[in-house]
């Protein structure tokens, strides 16, 4: 069965995208500590870990050998190729959120995996997180200590390209104050779930009774 095919319609499939620096990985965390019924996909890489993150609950942090693996035997949803790195999303995040019977499923991705997945799941709205101006973007980078100099450069630089790509997605939020953003982010979430064709079995019964 396909990944498409074997997912649940009235899952809401929120796809959080941003240059790194913007603050997606912040914005998603304290999202789901207010929506209980929002599961977060965690991501396949094959890069380090940082110091504060956790394996199985950050990413699964696998070797390259076992990243292709599964690519060849078809079990992710997206996969790309990221500052020199493989991220991908495995099918089973998806089918596990469906099965547990929650509401929304959280993927945060890169344009390329959000373009996969948009073309597997039409109806999963994407989210694109900007920073307030490059020059924020690059104190932010220069401030976190788990990278070396190189790779905030490389970082930065690819910020450029991936701000481009935001016509792509159904929403833009400027991440120059947190709690604003929050709210923004909230409001797609809570918007989304009350989409009519989700609502639409609610309204038929009421007709029915």
Known sequence: MSAASSTDPGLILVIISSPSGAGKTTLTHRLLQEFPDLRFSVSHTTRKPRPNEVDGQDYHFVSEEAFRKLVDEGGFAEWAV????????????????????????????????ARQIKEKFPHAVGVFILPPSMEELRRRLDGRGSDDAKSRKRRFEKAREEIGHYPFFDYMIVNDDLQRALAELRGIVLAEGCRQWRAAAKAEALLKG
């Open 82 to 113: 990221v500052h020199g790195n493989l991220y991908g999303t495995s099918v089973s995040e998806i089918d596990r959120a469906s099965a547990a019977g929650k509401a929304g499923l959280l993927f945060d991705v890169d344009y390329q995996g």
